[in-house]
């Protein structure tokens, strides 16, 4: 079955300086990756995704992602961060074969200071 | 578009009382997803529907949670007998249907059961 990985409980940044958040994956086939955001008292809202194609793929308030195969990896990437960024951050993955279902990694609390 | 529509947004009951949560998914999306959230546990996904068809509940606790989607725009989660420890935000989220399409969240129902 697939499986995400959050390794980071919590990461802290400077605001103006670049995030990065983490995110391992386990599939037996093609992942389809996904980075969503919560902010608190609301629901999750979606970031953005790879499906195919580019590697590096772009999404919502300036954040982007990068696929690498090799390291089973889906990085979630900001080049300066900003303070209204600091919320909670899911990654998760779907694997073909497994319907439409989404496993969610544990996600990551992002903190961005003044 | 409204998004998903999801009712109430909060819920207080006592232990033994009878819980419905609802949720209207956007117009024209073929899936439909319950998810619960809590601290220890994270994000879960409870059961989703395929064109108002059930596929998997294997994450529903227990027999006191059943869920019906009747038709396409309305779906209910119900807790009978509601225990303290049912106490979550519960989301609904809706898709249009491919593999590589898009999860939108509700805003949740903060459920607390004293």
């Known amino acids: 079955a697939q499986s995400v990985a959050q390794p980071e409980d919590q990461v802290n940044v400077a605001e103006g300086n670049p995030l990065t958040v983490k995110c391992t994956y386990s599939v037996s086939g093609n992942p389809y990756l996904f980075w969503y955001v919560q902010y608190p008292n609301r629901g999750l809202q979606f970031l953005l995704k790879y499906i195919t194609g580019d590697n590096l793929v772009k999404g919502s308030y300036g954040f982007e992602a990068e696929f690498n195969k090799s390291q089973t990896s889906f990085h979630l990437k900001k080049p300066s961060a900003l303070v209204s960024d600091s919320a909670l951050y899911f990654c998760a993955v779907r694997e073909f074969w497994d319907g439409n279902k989404l496993v969610f990694g544990a996600g990551t609390i992002l903190r961005v200071k003044s | 578009d409204a998004g998903v529509i999801q009712s109430p947004r909060h819920e207080v009951t006592e232990m033994g009382q009878e819980v419905t949560l609802r949720c209207k998914p956007i117009s024209g999306h073929d899936y439909l997803f319950w998810y619960r959230q809590t601290m220890m546990r994270g994000l879960e996904l409870l059961i989703y529907?395929?064109?108002?068809?059930?596929?998997?509940d294997s994450g529903m606790p227990e027999d006191r949670f059943s869920a019906k989607m009747p038709n396409a725009s309305f779906s209910t989660l119900k807790i009978q007998p509601s225990e303290p420890r049912d106490s979550a935000v519960y989301f609904c989220?809706?898709?249009?249907?491919?593999?590589?399409?898009?999860?939108?969240f509700g805003p949740g129902t903060r459920l607390t059961v004293l």
């Open positions: 529907f395929n064109n108002n068809v059930p596929i998997d």
């Open positions: 989220a809706s898709q249009p249907g491919g593999l590589g399409d898009t999860q939108y």
